[in-house]
């Protein structure tokens, strides 16, 4: 990790931290909205704000360790940046399998219906919170390189594009729940999902893994 000053340290110390307070409800809020609806979509976003929830613990914890252990040797530090960067990847990779598996197999069997107007809501505060995100780790990154920040900046690129695609899918069984297209409407939110958040994982892999080398080297 590249050498930060003490306000750029605290500033991203603080995002990941309220990035991490903010993702604290979301599974218990997309957790009744399952209940209230039988949307594929709906059960898979929950599995994955799950998953996300615990790989921003990591990484506001590894970031957090590293900043106050500044004379830590280069290569723990790379292995703990890697990590971090990993258990974004891996959240990534793991609801990205869980949608597509989910999305597979209740495609004949689901039929969305019920109240998905919490699911919408939540998708869209969800929507307007991670794009603030994406732009702000954004600007963090163009004032200095950091492998966690970077693997954020990916992990919030594919929450704003998630959510945006829960909308659509959630949008089209409240408009029309018992239409016959509505049903593969769903799928294939889910479908498109997990497309995005494999790719998405491999791309915070491999930043993990450049990331910390280059970070290695810098040390």
Known sequence: MSTLS???AANREKTLLAALLLSIWAPLATGVAVVLSRSITQLADFVRRSVELFALLISWWVFRYLE????LDPR???????????????ALCCSGATMLLLSLSRLFASRPGGNVYPGLAIALLGLMTN???WRRYQKLMREQYSSIIDAQRHLYCAKTFMDLCVIIALGAVAASPGH????????????VLSVYLLWSGIRAAQTAISGAVSGERHD
Do not use: I
């Not at 016959?180 to 479908?191: F, I, K, L, Q």
């Open 131 to 133: 794009a603030w995100f």
């Open 68 to 71: 106050r252990n500044k004379a």
């Open 180 to 191: 016959p297209a509505t049903r593969y409407v769903d799928a294939a939110g889910s479908a």
């Open 76 to 90: 723990k530090r790379a292995r703990l940046e890697k990590a971090a960067g990993f258990s974004v990847a891996g």
């Open 6 to 8: 003490k306000e750029q």
